[in-house]
Every structure is written in structure tokens, then in C-alpha cells.
């Protein structure tokens, strides 16, 4: 519970109420040497003249300590906003076409003041499904860290993606885990985005099917990915090594689980393109095969035959190989 800006013993650094305004925060945090966000002290980091910090990840793009992430002047710069003349009627229904961040950047441009009512921001870390009754109109619920859906909940379900289609809860989640859950396709990429860096998906079904390359097109900044269902709701194919290539932005992948359909021999030269390219020093990568395959056939000699010589293969480049 220790404090970093007055030594307090009865409360966090977060919880400050000697030091409550951001100035005086950075100044304490400056003189002291440590990151005013992240605690983290450092003779190299964190300083005056440094604009990021490798700890903290407040921004989605940067990294930058000076913002949150929502109002990233750089993500702002991206923005391509025509205004064009309308009266009072046709406001209402001119802002209702705009995303979340559009909005903000239209209500804080204008000469008018009060043009668009800005309703009080909520930053939520964690969301669980299991804790969720009810979402209030009055503010706006902005979710960053960690989202979680586990089991099936079908009022539930509507009330959280009713709560994301009126834009009361805006999700950039980095973490997503979902087990035992039944979602819609449209729900379930609607909750991806280039924030996410964790995606779990265990024993849950989507309907319609989806495919690998849609989820790595949403999210090319994933770094773990865990697909692991009983139903083959989403389709991993033959492609899934050229479709890692084109659409991962990571340079630090870190862990991939997924079941095939069938016993080929992919292009393993593209594999090892893949880790020493996108991913971090120690990675792991889990290729499971559907049970089918060798359920009710005597021996399954065939596919033992074939599973060996993607073993040969890998073992000239991999460190270790474990058939199962």
C-alpha cells in the first residue's frame, strides 16, 4: 500500500490525495525518477525528456504517458471527418453515424460549445459477464484491459452487446477470454480490435462459422491465441501459415493453439519465416488434430505415417516435438 509520491503507508500511488493533480504527480515522480504511471524507477527511463515508457501501456499505439488511450492525438490524426451543413433536426441523426472517438474529436473542435453533450467516461480494467446487471445511460463505460465470458447467459449476452451497439460500452479489451459461451460471429469480431494481444477461445461455438484470417484481421496485434473447441466453429484451413504472414502486425507473438482437420504437410520453411519474424525468443506452438481422424480405423497407420513426416520436418528446425 505504499505510496510513491508522499510515502504514505495507507494507501496506493494511484490513490494520492496529497498529490491529486497530474503536474504535481510528474513533478514528484521526475525529481524521484520513476514513471508516474507505471511506479517503475529507472535511471534510463521515465525522465523529463522522455515521452514514452516501455511499462506502461496506457496508449494503444505509442506507449505514451502523457494520454490515455482513447484520446490519442495520433489516432485523432488518422480521423477523416467531412462536417457538412445541417440544422438542429438533422444533428441528432447526422451524430448517431459516428463512432465513439468522432464524436469526441466533433464536440471538441467546434466553436460551438455544448454542439454534442459529452456524458461522463468510465475506464473499466477488468469486465466479467458473471458480474454484470445492469449498464447505466448516464456515462460511458470504456473498457481496456481484460474481458471475460464464461458460460451462456442469453440475457446477458444481449444486455452487454446492446450496451456496445448504443456505444455505452466501448471495448478495446487486450485481454479476451471466452469459455463455454455462445456467441454470434458478428458479437465475437465486434470485440476484437488492435488492442487486443490475448485472445482464448475454449470449448464456446460462434454462428456462422469464422475464420482464422477474419480474427487475425481484426486483431493484428495478437500475441497469445488459444483456439480450443470441441465444435469447429472456426475454421483454421490449410492457409493458416500464409494468413499469419500477411495479416500479424507482432513482433512479439508468444503462443499459438489450434486443432486441425486434417494431417498435411504444410510449408514448414513459412513456419520458421513466421518465428523468426513476428515472434518473441521463447514461443510456443501447439498444433492439435481433430480426433476423427484416427476414431473407428484399426490402426490409423496411414496418419501416423503422415504425422511422422511433419515430425521429421520440424525437428531440422524446432527444438523439441511432441506428437500426440
Not at 54 to 79: D, G, Q, V
Not at 163 to 188: E, H, T, V, W
Not at 290 to 296: D, P, R
Request: proline share 2%; hydrophobic share 35%; aromatic share 10%.
Amino acid at each position: 500500500m505504499d505510496c510513491n509520491f508522499c510515502d504514505s503507508e495507507t494507501h496506493g500511488s494511484k490513490n494520492c490525495d496529497e498529490y491529486i493533480s497530474d503536474e504535481s504527480r510528474k513533478e514528484i515522480a521526475d525529481k524521484n525518477k520513476f514513471c508516474r504511471f507505471c511506479f517503475v524507477e529507472s535511471k534510463n527511463e521515465h525522465l523529463k525528456e522522455e515521452s514514452e515508457c516501455k511499462s506502461n501501456e496506457s496508449c494503444m499505439k505509442w506507449n505514451s504517458t502523457e494520454h490515455h488511450k482513447i484520446f490519442c492525438p495520433e489516432r485523432f490524426k488518422a480521423l477523416q471527418l467531412f462536417m457538412p451543413k445541417i440544422d438542429e433536426n438533422l444533428l441528432p441523426r447526422f451524430l448517431d453515424i459516428l463512432d465513439f472517438d468522432e464524436e469526441h474529436l466533433l464536440a471538441l473542435s467546434s466553436p460551438t460549445k455544448h454542439l454534442l453533450p459529452l456524458k461522463q467516461i468510465k475506464i473499466m480494467d477488468s469486465f466479467s459477464n458473471k458480474k454484470i446487471t445492469k449498464f447505466s445511460t448516464s456515462e460511458t463505460t470504456v473498457l481496456n484491459q481484460s474481458m471475460i465470458l464464461n458460460g451462456y447467459d442469453n440475457e446477458t449476452d444481449k444486455l452487454i452487446f446492446n450496451a456496445i451497439n448504443s456505444k455505452i460500452l466501448i471495448c478495446f479489451p487486450r485481454i479476451i477470454d471466452i469459455c463455454f459461451s455462445k456467441l454470434s460471429s458478428q458479437m465475437l469480431l465486434q470485440l476484437l480490435s488492435t488492442c487486443t494481444k490475448k485472445f482464448s477461445f475454449y470449448d464456446s461455438n460462434c454462428n456462422p462459422n469464422i475464420s482464422f484470417s477474419e480474427i487475425f484481421q481484426k486483431a493484428p496485434n495478437l500475441e497469445f491465441v488459444s483456439i480450443k473447441v470441441l465444435e469447429r466453429n472456426i475454421q483454421i484451413g490449410n492457409e493458416w501459415i500464409n494468413e499469419l504472414l500477411k495479416y500479424s502486425k507482432s513482433k512479439n507473438f508468444q503462443f499459438l493453439r489450434i486443432k486441425l482437420d486434417t494431417i498435411e504437410e504444410f510449408n514448414i520453411e513459412k513456419l520458421k519465416k513466421f518465428v523468426t519474424t513476428k515472434c518473441s525468443k521463447d514461443v510456443v506452438i501447439s498444433i492439435n488434430y481433430n480426433q476423427q481422424l484416427v476414431i473407428g480405423k484399426d490402426d490409423a497407420k496411414e496418419e501416423w505415417e503422415k504425422l511422422d513426416q511433419v515430425r521429421q520436418k520440424l525437428l531440422k528446425y524446432f527444438d523439441d516435438y511432441y506428437a500426440v
